[in-house]
């Protein structure tokens, strides 16, 4: 059998791609409403609510934690996928493991007033970041700068924008666009794009 190399590439690619999406090279950018500008001698990270030791982390401490950098695909709900994207940020565990979560859940909070939740069990295991560095770049204020959340194996609205916050639940409390009809988890692999999915 003869496989050309264009074949092989452009499966490899497909294989990438959950179902119903489409590859994009573009970035697009989608924010609900306006991009804030909170200068950063007054920006702030916290790790709030059910948890053992509440944390606040300055721009300053925030950059003094370890480095990753991810190399992930993103996969937005309105069907782009953007593949092999690279991040640099914190580890959410790092800053989790720290405050000693009592619930089960997280809500994302951000400057702005967007809010997403996901399961604590998505936050974790080496799977979501506090990401400000876009291939090799402060991360643009468009696209979430200075810090947004980063969590790549779930639809791109879960990776929250101008984040500020990390609220842990004990109950899950749905976010912005979950209370307008959007699924609770969003595992693009299944589909989970509204609730009932
Ligand atoms: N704070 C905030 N975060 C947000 C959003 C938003 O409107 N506000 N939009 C979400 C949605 S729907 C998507 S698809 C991605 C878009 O990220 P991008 O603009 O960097 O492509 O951000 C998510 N995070
Ligand atoms: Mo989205």
Redesign the pocket.
């Known amino acids: 059998m003869i496989v050309t190399r264009g074949f092989t590439r452009r499966r490899a690619a497909d294989d990438r791609l959950p179902p119903g999406q489409y590859r994009e090279d573009d ?7 306006p991009t804030p500008h909170t200068p950063l001698d007054r920006w702030d990270l916290t790790v709030t609510g059910a948890v053992e030791r509440e944390l606040r982390f300055t721009w300053d401490e925030l950059r003094a934690l370890p480095v990753e950098r991810p190399q992930v695909d ?1 996969h ?3 069907t782009w996928s953007k593949l092999d994207t690279h991040w640099a940020g914190v580890s959410v565990d790092a800053l989790l493991e720290a405050a000693r979560p009592r619930g089960g859940y997280v809500l994302a909070v ?3 007033g ?1 809010t ?1 939740n996901l399961p604590l069990e998505d936050v974790t295991g080496g799977r979501a970041w506090i990401a400000y560095e876009f291939e090799g770049s402060p991360l643009a204020p ?3 700068g200075p810090a ?2 980063l969590v790549p194996h779930l ?9 500020r916050g990390l609220v842990v639940r004990e109950r899950d409390e749905r976010g ?2 979950e209370e307008l009809g959007y699924h609770d988890r969003g595992d693009p692999w299944l589909e989970q794009r509204y609730q009932g999915d």
């Open positions: 970035f697009p950018v989608l924010s609900a409403g993103i937005c709900v309105t951000c400057d702005g967007y997403t468009e696209h979430g947004r959340l639809y791109f609205w879960k990776s929250a924008k101008w984040v912005f666009w």
